[in-house]
């Protein structure tokens, strides 16, 4: 596997806080991926560090095959899109793409042209006068006009609204969709990861919990209903990630890559979501990473 980000030991402290510690994990190119965790799990840290907002305090990270921001070659590689989707007030739409143009040796001026058109954004609109939404997809211009090998996203569509954030996420599918593009994508969202990324990473505590292809994660992954029992007792091939009991029952989510038929077990398929957060609950220190 080629990896578009590849962290070891990777730690960022701000004074006497550590806000990422310890993080080891390659995320695959050319792939749409889901960086999802809880608040505090360290995914802004991480990938203000991939696009060099950040340097490390310990640890190494390798961004499309160098250093972050290591140059105006480097540079060039990434697009970043912060969650606060950050744009200039005071300078019109027309203005942006022409900073864009002046600073991305890349740049793509039909592509911005284009999109700007199609999203119906008015070039000598302020981007003070625009919805959040807009401004959303004004940033994603820029990012994508650049023609990056690597576009960031951190919760870019956090603050925005169920209709604009939908938008937003069908017009990045959509402008990903023909090139050869590598994604980041955090969100708090499931259902938006779902939508759009075909790999998951769960971070939780600057750890890798589960990594892989969504389609293979899902298909390795199963919830078990029976009489109440010891999880102890399954077989050793069964990995239990998560287990809920009430007085008579016991779901269990398994990991595993066959299942043998046990007419004690009612099996059924398990949804992102609730993968997703058996992951994110477990206790234990780290997990095995799965490719």
Known sequence: MTAVVRAQGLGKRFRRRWALSDCTLDIPAGRTVGLVGPNGAGKTTLLSLAAGLLTP????????????????????KVGFVAQDTPTYARLTVAEHLKLGARLNPGWDPRLARDRIQRLGLRPDQRTGDLSGGQRAQLALTLAIAKRPALLI?????????????????????????????????????VSDVERICDYLVVL????????????????????????????????????????????????????????????????????????????????????????
């Not at 190494?60 to 160098?66: F, L």
């Not at 919830?223 to 269990?252: F, G, K, M, Q, Y």
């Not at 989510?253 to 066959?258: E, M």
Request: proline content about 6%; aromatic content about 2%; some cysteine.
């Open 57 to 76: 305090t310990s640890g190494t990270i390798e961004v499309c095959g160098g250093r972050p921001a290591e140059g105006p070659a480097q540079l060039a």
């Open 153 to 189: 996203l951190d919760e870019p569509v956090a603050s925005l609204d169920p209709l604009a954030r939908r938008e937003f996420l069908q017009d990045l599918s959509d402008a990903t969709a023909d090139r050869e593009l590598s994604v980041v994508h955090s969100s708090h969202l």
């Open 204 to 291: 939780v505590a600057s750890r890798v919990r589960v990594a892989g292809d969504v389609n293979e994660l899902l298909a390795r992954h199963h919830l078990l209903t029976a009489t109440r029992i010891d999880p102890a007792a399954l077989p050793t091939d069964l990995h239990v990630i998560s287990a809920r009991h009430t007085d008579s029952e016991t779901t269990l989510l398994v990991r595993a890559d066959t299942l043998a038929d046990d007419p004690a077990w009612t099996v059924r398929p398990v949804g992102l979501e609730d993968l997703v957060l058996a992951y994110m609950s477990q206790s234990v220190p780290a997990l095995e990473v799965h490719r």
